[in-house]
C-alpha cells in the first residue's frame, strides 16, 4: 500500500519559516520524480517544487522562487519543503506528490497530470 503523508502544516505569522515533510510508505521513492503543489480555496492547483528522477535538478514556481527549497532524505523515504518569509499568500492546502518509482526525467515535472502518488496535504495559513 503507497502513501505519502504530509505533516508540519501550522498556523504561522507573515515573515516566519516553516519545513513541512512527506514520507512516503509501501514503495521506495529514492529514484522518483517528486514534487510539492498547493491548493488554495478558489485558485487552481499551483506548482511549486519538484525534483527530477534522481534529485540532481530542482524547478520552483515563480512565487516562490528564492523562498522555498525542496530537499530529501533517502534514507527515510522522505521529502521536505523548507518555507521562509512566508507571506499570506502563501496559505494553502500542501500537497506532495511522485511518479513511478524508476521514471527517468531529465526535468522536474510541474504538471499534476505528471504525477500518480498523492498525499492528502497539511494546512499553512499565513497570517498578516
Known amino acids: 500500500q503507497v502513501q505519502l503523508v504530509e505533516s508540519g502544516g501550522r498556523p504561522v505569522q507573515a515573515g516566519e519559516s516553516l519545513r513541512l515533510s512527506c514520507a512516503a510508505s509501501?514503495?521506495?521513492?529514492?529514484?522518483?520524480?517528486m514534487g510539492w503543489f498547493r491548493q488554495a480555496p478558489g485558485k487552481e492547483d499551483e506548482f511549486v517544487a519538484a525534483?527530477?528522477?534522481?534529485?540532481?535538478?530542482?524547478k520552483y514556481g515563480d512565487s516562490v522562487k528564492g523562498r522555498f527549497t525542496i530537499s530529501r532524505d533517502k534514507d527515510k523515504n522522505t521529502v521536505h519543503l523548507q518555507m521562509n518569509s512566508l507571506k499570506p499568500e502563501d496559505t494553502a492546502v500542501y500537497v506532495c506528490?511522485?511518479?513511478?518509482?524508476?521514471?527517468?526525467?531529465?526535468?522536474?515535472?510541474?504538471?499534476?497530470?505528471?504525477?500518480?502518488?498523492w498525499g492528502r496535504g497539511t494546512q499553512v495559513t499565513v497570517s498578516s
Open positions: 509501501g514503495r521506495t521513492f529514492s529514484n522518483s520524480p
Open positions: 525534483f527530477n528522477w534522481d534529485g540532481s535538478t530542482t
Open positions: 506528490a511522485a511518479d513511478w518509482p524508476g521514471t527517468r526525467s531529465p526535468v522536474p515535472f510541474a504538471k499534476p497530470s505528471d504525477y500518480v502518488y
